[in-house]
């Protein structure tokens, strides 16, 4: 890393499990198929383009997909979808032939899928760049479904509400 020192990879992991993110499932469909999974790397990047950013393990099948596809969607999980969560996770891959067997999506105009109570944005992907075991994909936000709930949140390995200060 060009002379900087970097800290150990355990005491990162340690102080990153005490760093709260939303929850949420990227999707994407087109000629490398339909694809979801859980991934709490999401930020907003910019207003002016709107666009977003997520960070996907560069060897998965979701960050093949969406390179192929050039598109996908960020759905934020509402407070009650643990469950989802755990599903687009893999934890019931061995029972489930397709993860969105039984998933209620939104009848959205985009490519891909909108999980329904979800605040989505449906991004174009513009750029993308590799850092260490990731892909960080840039996305230009193309639509926006406001599902209305309180986000699902992860921390210390396990989910959570948010809640307001009184």
């Known amino acids: 890393m060009g002379g900087i020192t970097a800290v150990e990879r355990d005491r990162f992991i340690g102080a990153m499990r005490q760093v709260a993110s939303s929850v949420t499932v990227v999707t994407t469909d087109g000629a490398a198929g339909r694809h979801g999974a859980t991934v709490s790397a999401f930020n907003s990047l910019s207003a002016d383009p709107p666009s977003v950013l997520i960070c996907l393990r560069a060897d998965s099948r979701i960050a093949r997909a ?18 989802m969560a755990g599903r687009f996770a893999g934890a019931q891959d061995a029972d489930l032939s397709d993860r969105f067997d039984g998933i209620d999506l939104l009848a959205a105009e985009t490519a891909c899928p909108v999980l329904s109570g979800s605040t989505a944005f449906h991004c174009a992907l513009g750029a993308s760049f590799e850092q260490g075991s990731h892909l960080i994909l840039i996305g230009h936000v193309t639509d926006i479904f406001e599902g209305g709930a309180a986000p699902l949140t992860y921390m210390d390995g396990r989910f959570h509400r948010v809640l307001p200060h009184s």
């Open 66 to 83: 969406v390179v192929e596809n050039g598109s996908y969607c960020v759905n934020v999980l509402p407070e009650t979808c643990a469950d």
